[in-house]
């Protein structure tokens, strides 16, 4: 069982807009600006579309968008395009036991 | 640009000790800060974060694999390692290694496919 909570799965339309949920239940995640997201499609390696709740890497577009308030952080997709079509993961640092822990996994499908 | 790729046997025999090797190219892995680091993914699941070996050689375990897991480096080779010792099937997963920021994995190995199977 993952330490982060996502849901299974998200759909959405081309050109509408997503948002995918990481829920925590420790006071770590809750009090943490330390949340990643990243993309996977199949067969590929994971690949890291935000850091530290809402920051994006370099080449990642502005439609990929984060935030986090209390236990929840959230991953939000705008203008949908069919190449969104992957899984998402969620990461945080929990800090009393010194580990990085993942969430679960949401696959987006882009109708 | 930095480089990883995953190396090492496909399929491990229950009981027996699963090696595995990250080569980097394009970075040091004994410079610049970096916590050099493995995760993995059963087949159809999510990520495991394994650990990783910080760029001054200090090792990081996930606590549920810690007793059987050993993270090394060859800094001459700019190689880190994996032993993962006492395999069943729930450790069948795809390998990968990553580079670091603390907790951001910014550049990841193709992954490597590990079967635990007599």
């Known amino acids: 069982q993952s330490a982060l909570t996502q849901s299974p799965s998200v759909s959405g339309s081309p050109g509408q807009s997503v948002t995918i949920s990481c829920t925590g239940t420790?006071?770590?995640?809750?009090?943490?600006?330390?949340v990643s997201w990243y993309q996977q499609s199949p067969g590929t390696a994971p690949k890291l579309i935000i850091y530290?709740?809402?920051d994006r890497p370099s080449g990642v577009p502005d439609r990929f968008s984060g935030s986090k308030s209390g236990n929840t952080a959230s991953l939000t997709i705008s203008g949908l395009q069919a190449e969104d079509e992957a899984a998402y993961f969620c990461?945080?640092?929990?800090?009393?036991?010194?580990?990085?822990?993942f969430g679960g996994g949401t696959t987006l499908t882009v109708l | 640009q930095v480089q990883l790729l995953e190396s090492g046997p496909g399929l491990v025999k229950p009981s027996q000790t699963l090696s595995l090797t990250c080569t980097v190219s394009?970075?040091?892995?004994?410079?610049?800060?970096?916590?050099w680091s493995w995760i993995r993914q059963p087949p159809g699941k999510g990520l495991e974060w394994i650990g990783y070996?910080?760029?001054?050689?200090?090792?990081y375990y996930n606590p549920s694999l810690r007793s059987r897991l050993t993270i090394s480096r060859d800094t001459s080779k700019n190689q880190f390692s994996l032993k993962l010792t006492s395999v069943t099937a729930a450790d069948t997963a795809l390998y990968f290694c990553?580079?670091?920021?603390?907790?951001?994995?910014?550049?990841w190995g193709q992954g490597t496919l590990v079967t635990v199977s007599s």
């Open positions: 530290e709740v809402r």
């Open positions: 420790s006071s770590d995640f809750r009090d943490s600006s330390r």
């Open positions: 394009g970075g040091s892995i004994s410079s610049g800060s970096y916590y």
């Open positions: 070996i910080y760029y001054s050689g200090t090792t």
């Open positions: 990553a580079r670091a920021s603390f907790d951001v994995c910014d550049f």
């Open positions: 990461s945080s640092y929990a800090r009393s036991s010194s580990t990085v822990v």
